[in-house]
């Protein structure tokens, strides 16, 4: 079968057992109460780390607006899109190697389960979608818009193919469980200093 039908990815694999987000209980109250929209999210008032992403000088002053309909995108959004381009945007040596890599790989991977998923050829549904504007503050940034970018049209798609009876719910479910590890893995790449890693990338002892 498939490779994406492995089991899920191991986001915690060579990397330390931290949690890189503590959410600002100043902003769950007032976001967690607003009501779903035609996507059945909840809009996202605030993004977790604003702060620190102002304070950072940005390699790039680009902004996108992505386009999701997951709860897991609208989450990773929310909680740790500005940590992680604040935390790639002073990467140096071998962070920026080990960031790279995980950024490379997830996107690789993302776009091979696309293509597997889309070869069974399922009819396509129309989502609704919710759109935020973000920070791109470095090239590698942008590359990890593109995975979630990748990984919404992933949810969708994967949908679409079980409404088609062309894979499982279960399927679906360890696709994207593994599609979910390999992005929170990126996260927590990007915990360490710059200089826990050594040049190949590599975590220091």
Not at 111 to 129: D, G, N, S, Y
């Amino acid at each position: 079968m498939s490779a994406v039908l492995e089991p899920p990815h191991d986001p915690q694999r060579d990397v330390p057992l931290l949690d890189p987000i503590a959410v600002d209980p100043n902003t769950r109250s007032s976001n967690d109460s607003l009501s779903p929209s035609s996507t059945g999210l909840k809009p996202i008032q605030r993004l977790t780390s604003d702060s620190r992403i102002d304070r950072i000088i940005p390699d790039s002053d680009a902004v996108t607006v992505l386009r999701y309909s997951s709860q897991f995108a609208r989450n990773f959004i929310r909680g740790d899109y500005n940590f992680c381009a604040s935390k790639i945007t002073v990467a140096r040596g071998g962070k920026t190697h080990a960031l790279e890599s995980a950024l490379r790989d997830t996107a690789d991977w993302l776009r091979k389960a696309l293509v597997w998923v889309e070869k069974h050829e399922a009819r396509t549904i129309a989502f609704p979608a919710e759109h935020i504007e973000l920070k791109v503050t470095r090239p590698l940034a942008g590359l990890l818009v593109r995975c979630l970018t990748q990984y919404d049209k992933l949810f969708v798609a994967t949908m679409e193919a079980v409404l088609a009876e062309k894979i499982t719910a279960q399927d679906r479910a360890t696709i994207l469980a593994n599609a979910e590890g390999r992005i929170k893995h990126i996260s927590l790449v990007c915990v360490p200093d710059n200089d826990r890693y050594q040049a190949d990338g590599s975590l220091r002892d």
